[in-house]
């Protein structure tokens, strides 16, 4: 026994001593490697940057480098380190000739020009190491900027060094840098490589990434020691007028045009049929003018005078559509010039001239009056009109004129249209973002939306461009936003802009263009009063002086606001930044207990996400908007995004973000992208705050982004997959997340990825919540260990989404299962499983 255990003592020595030589050799040669590797570089080479003028610098600053200043390298001829943010996406964002000069204090200055003018304007920004750039600020002209720097520049534009790169001939700025520089730009560019390789996967290409994929197995165990508190408000809407969403969409109106208050400019002169007689027209040989003379208000200045015609005819949003014994509130705005009554009849009819309905009225006032009927169709039709008949031919003058089904949204008058509603209202959101992202703070400042111009009678609302290019009639105002929040159980989350427009504004009403100059700082005390004065009109008593307005309007009652977001997708520039602070700086003093929600620009990394979230930093900003549209590989392989948040600073509100293939079509693949990345949010929700997939809606062939989450037509509704995993995760939230540890029998890291799983309890009923998405072209089977869960339940209610990838039809199943059966389960290929467990837990 002793000559085994000295014997065994001998032979570990051995190893150990023969292990530690090997080591000893093996560390010395790489040492030798590395200073071999290192004895070959270069110190120092040429760089380059430049933009492609054949594309008037859209493509951003790219890089070459070369070791003789000849032969010159790509570092990823499609790659841009920096791109200029100036303008609208798509046609402008141009960077002109750009170049390079030394920084005071170290690092480097980019300097361009934004058109192709000599004369500016110009843009500047700044980095340290080529690839991580800061804020962009925009000068009418090269002397704005300080004397030195503008000296430089006009000496670097002169000495403009070319090269030849892959058979072009670029014009740019030659430095001289240390090999490190070129290492660090060639690493950051693989990266990125690798990154676009993984974000581009898509599930259709999965019998050629796992060709020989067998069924996977996983043991999920709770562990129930490591539970949670989470939002309590994760899933809610955000609503954009945008694709005709609102007029013509979720707001009931069916009279398009109905104020003849259209005009050339809301299309921006690009529709010359778009004016105030859009939707309208006349029978007979009279005349049909538009007039502004003592107009019925201010605000809208523009009515019909009508002289021997025989009808006016409207015709709505292409057609009126009507259901057989429904019933309609027609009212409108009418004087004569005589005191004579005028006999009008008013008609629904089909297209063919029959009639469903017709009822008569005299207008017997010279001065404005409002007059009202109701109308009920004989039969249903889906483009039908409505003709307002003259019996004589005396001069008539109308505004104003509204058709309205009884039947909208919980039955309020000016209100919503009831599918869509309650569409919206079956996914049980939390909350409700409005009016929108980049519509609240508009094309230029002089478009930014004025909550204040849309509560009120309707006649004095103030109408104007949709910056989406259209009109906005504003029938859908701030007073049937709350109330659409209220009457849903949803917070109302409204959207004001930060002093600044649209980040896609062009150019108007300011040398640099509507998206740089921002609301003039001798006009911004009135405008932050304004922001106030909406918080005092939601929260203030009946009797303060904007909570007379909300009484006014039908709701004595408070509307309990808690959050109110500032700015939206913004540049974060200095101009941003110090009429944001004084606007935060406001609400915080004024009304502490309100929740700001910040801005961290339109992407999930980059210059504005990074100053953003410094601003954020800098004044405590309780919670951070972030948006984000990316491929559906992006979602799988970015799970652990929120992951690395630091849960001492803002909690965040992923504000806008939806899954994007070639086509933007709503298929089930991107749903079930979207779904794995919710159980991430729910992971997270402690730090992620709230969620809304934008946009919401859209109305068919008026679509100016795609995709979205319900499509629709004046009669119909088209709800995508995306839609049915918002509805799942709206219908079983919860307040606690139990994490689940998982034991997998394939190890391969891309498998694993493409397998999701939360687990939460809801308090309202006590119910335990696994929700299981499976991206894989195999089946999962799933051994779920319930043990521990203290469940009383025998059965569960299972709901499941499954199909063929390229579905834009799936929908959910229900059924009801055993919980014992529950524990040892098949998930589909490509499915999202969603189990609810009443649960024993008090």
């Known amino acids: 026994m002793r000559t085994d255990n000295f014997k065994l003592r001998a032979y570990n020595l051995f190893l150990t001593k023969s292990l530690c030589f090997f080591c000893l050799f093996w560390i010395s040669n790489v040492n030798a490697n ?5 004895a070959s570089e270069p110190d120092s080479a040429y760089f380059f940057a430049y933009a492609k003028e054949k594309n008037a610098g859209r493509d951003g600053l790219l890089y070459a480098w070369s070791l003789d200043g000849k032969k010159w390298n790509s570092i990823g001829t499609d790659l841009a380190f920096v791109k200029s943010d100036y303008g609208r996406w798509g046609s402008e964002k141009r ?6 000069l030394p920084r005071k204090g170290g690092g480097w200055t980019c300097v361009w020009q934004l058109t192709p003018e000599n004369n500016g304007p110009y843009a500047h920004t700044y980095t340290n190491d080529f690839f991580n750039w800061g804020r962009q600020d925009y000068y009418v002209a090269l002397n704005d900027l300080d004397k030195s720097t503008a000296s430089l520049v006009k000496n670097s534009l002169l000495a403009r060094e070319h090269i030849s790169l892959l058979g072009d001939r670029l014009h740019g700025t030659k430095l001289k840098v240390s090999w490190s520089v070129i290492k660090e730009l060639i690493k950051h560019y693989d990266l990125a490589l690798l990154k676009q390789k993984q974000w581009s996967e898509r599930s259709i290409d999965d019998a050629a990434r796992f ?12 562990k129930t020691e490591q539970t949670k508190p989470i939002s309590d408000m994760l899933v809610g809407v955000f609503f954009e007028d945008i694709n005709y969403a609102a007029d013509g969409g979720l707001y009931a109106e069916l009279i398009q045009n109905r104020d003849f208050e259209y005009k050339l400019s809301d299309k921006q002169g690009q529709d010359k049929n778009w004016n105030e007689k859009t939707a309208w027209s006349i029978d007979g040989a009279g005349q049909f003018s538009i007039d502004s003379l003592n107009p019925i208000h201010p605000n809208n200045k523009h009515y019909a005078r009508l002289r021997g015609a025989d009808a006016l005819r409207n015709i709505g949003y292409d057609g009126i559509a009507l259901d057989k014994n429904e019933r309609y509130d027609l009212s409108f705005f009418a004087r004569g010039t005589s005191g004579k009554g005028r006999q009008l009849k008013i008609r629904m009819s089909t297209k063919d001239g029959k009639i469903l309905d017709e009822k008569s009225l005299t207008v017997d006032c010279k001065n404005w009056k409002k007059y009202q009927l109701t109308l009920t169709p004989n039969s249903t039709c889906k483009d039908a009109v409505l003709e307002l008949v003259f019996t004589d031919l005396q001069q008539l003058d109308l505004d104003l004129i509204s058709l309205f089904p009884q039947h909208t949204y919980k039955g309020r008058k000016n209100g919503l249209r009831k599918d869509l509603a309650e569409a919206i209202a079956a996914l049980n959101p939390r909350f409700v973002r409005f009016p929108g992202g980049c519509l609240a703070h508009g094309d230029g400042i002089e478009n930014i939306y004025h909550w204040s ?3 009120g009678p309707l006649e004095s609302r103030v109408p104007q461009r949709n910056m989406w290019g259209y009109h906005q009639t504003v029938g859908l105002g701030y007073y049937e936003y709350f109330q659409f929040c209220e009457d849903i159980g949803a917070h109302a989350v409204p959207v004001v802009a930060a002093g600044v427009p649209c980040q896609n504004s062009g150019s108007h009403g300011h040398p640099l263009g509507g998206q740089q100059c921002g609301i003039p700082m001798e006009d911004m005390d009135d405008y932050i009063q304004e ?7 939601a929260n203030g008593d009946k009797n303060s002086t904007w909570g007379k307005v909300r009484a006014a309007a039908g709701h004595p009652e408070p509307f309990h606001l808690k959050y109110i977001g500032v700015g939206n997708e913004d540049l974060i520039s200095n101009v941003f930044e110090e009429r944001f602070t004084m606007i935060y700086n406001a609400i915080r003093e004024k009304y502490p207990d309100i929740q700001v929600i910040g801005t961290a620009g339109p992407f999930f990394e980059g210059t504005d996400y990074v100053e953003g979230w410094k601003i954020a930093n800098k004044l405590n900003v309780p919670i951070m908007d972030e948006h984000y549209y990316q491929t559906p590989g992006w979602f799988i392989h970015n799970q652990d995004f929120y992951d690395k948040y630091d849960r001492s600073k803002s909690q965040v509100y992923l504000g806008e973000y939806a899954a994007h293939i070639h086509g933007r079509a709503s298929t089930l693949e991107v749903a079930l992208a979207e779904a ?20 919401l809606l859209a109305k068919e062939d008026y679509t100016q982004w795609r995709p979205d989450l319900i499509y629709f037509s004046n009669t119909d509704l088209n709800l995508t997959p995306s839609y049915y995993v918002q509805q799942l995760f709206g219908r079983n939230n919860g307040t606690e997340y139990i994490p689940m540890e998982a034991s997998y029998s394939n190890a391969v890291v891309d498998v694993q990825k493409r397998v999701a799983f939360s687990m939460v309890k809801d308090p309202k009923d006590k119910s335990l919540i696994v929700k299981m998405v499976n991206i894989l072209p195999v089946t999962v089977n799933i051994q779920l260990d319930l043990n521990k869960l203290n469940l009383k339940a025998e059965t569960a209610v299972v709901s499941q989404l499954t199909g063929n990838l390229d579905s834009k039809t799936a929908k959910p199943e229900e059924r009801t299962e055993t919980v014992e059966k529950l524990k040892h389960q098949q998930l589909p290929p490509y499915s999202l499983t969603i189990i609810r467990i009443e649960s024993a837990a008090k």
């Not at 960077?95 to 390079?100: E, H, Q, R, S, T």
């Not at 922001?531 to 009109?537: A, G």
């Not at 990345?677 to 946009?695: C, F, H, Q, W």
């Open 531 to 537: 922001v106030l004065n909406l918080i005092e009109w």
């Open 453 to 455: 111009s849309t509560v």
């Open 676 to 695: 794995a990345y919710l159980t991430a949010l729910e992971r997270n929700g402690d730090i992620v705050k709230m969620a809304s997939y934008a946009p």
């Open 211 to 222: 060709p020989s994929l067998k069924p996977l197995d996983i043991k999920l165990t709770p």
């Open 34 to 38: 590395v200073h071999r590797m290192k």
């Open 95 to 100: 960077m002109i000739n750009p170049v390079l």
